[in-house]
T-cell receptor
Framework: AQKITQTQPGMFVQEKEAVTLDCTYD???????LFWYKQPSSGEMIFLIY??????QNATEGRYSLNFQKARKSANLVISASQLGDSAMYFC??????????????FGQGTELSVKP | AAGVIQSPRHLIKEKRETATLKCYPI?????VYWYQQGPGQDPQFLIS???????DKGSIPDRFSAQQFSDYHSELNMSSLELGDSALYFC????????????????FGAGTRLSVL
């Protein structure tokens, strides 16, 4: 069975600094997708970035980048130039199953990020 | 851009009552997923639909049922509510294009916060 592990329950970062949120995964699938979502205190789940197992380049979306190390089965999220609005819970997730019959997301436990002014 | 719409945003029910949660996916998205997120927990997959047919099922209680209608909106029906059903319920949608190298990003609605008293 697939599994996502986030070992940092909480993280602090100074405003304008970079921060890395860790995520490791376990799967026997050759093809898979990894996602990061942000959940502010208001509760909504916001998609941030995607990395496919076949992608040779690390994904980037603005201030977000994904440090994908396939051999180590890790997909760490890097947030550059942290802003106060980045304070939120961050979830790493993996898509389970292929095709139109699958695709459900398996989530990690989440990391609570606090940005200090 | 249009997002996933969930209603109601908040719902308060008594034990043993019933509740119906509605989800309107992003236009042209034909796949819908339902997740349940308990307090301080990561989201857990409940059930999914592709082209109005159930495509996958997770740890959804027998007291819950769901369907996807001809306009692709979905409803989650919950009966005999228990205190433990209090949670944030998310609906997510994605395009039905499936394939190993397709991103299949799931976009989440703002969620329905259900409180069972």
């Amino acid at each position: 069975a697939q599994k996502i592990t986030q070992t940092q329950p909480g993280m602090f970062v100074q405003e304008k600094e970079a921060v890395t949120l860790d995520c490791t995964y376990d799967t026997s699938d050759q093809s898979y997708g990894l996602f990061w979502y942000k959940q502010p205190s208001s509760g909504e789940m916001i998609f941030l970035i995607y990395q496919g197992s076949y992608d040779e380049q690390n994904a980037t979306e603005g201030r977000y980048s994904l440090n994908f190390q396939k051999a180590r089965k890790s997909a760490n999220l890097v947030i550059s130039a942290s802003q106060l609005g980045d304070s939120a819970m961050y979830f790493c997730a993996m898509r389970e199953g292929q095709g139109n019959q699958g695709g459900k997301l398996i989530f990690g436990q989440g990391t609570e990020l606090s940005v200090k002014p | 851009a249009a997002g996933v719409i969930q209603s109601p945003r908040h719902l308060i029910k008594e034990k043993r009552e019933t509740a119906t949660l509605k989800c309107y996916p992003i236009p042209r998205h034909d796949t819908v997923y339902w997740y349940q997120q308990g307090p301080g927990q990561d989201p857990q997959f409940l059930i999914s639909f592709y082209e109005k047919m159930q495509s996958d099922k997770g740890s959804i209680p027998d007291r819950f049922s769901a369907q996807q209608f001809s306009d692709y909106h979905s409803e989650l029906n919950m009966s005999s509510l228990e205190l433990g059903d209090s949670a944030l319920y998310f609906c997510a949608s994605r395009e039905g294009l499936a394939g190993e190298r397709v991103k299949n990003i799931q976009y989440f609605g703002a969620g329905t916060r259900l409180s069972v008293l």
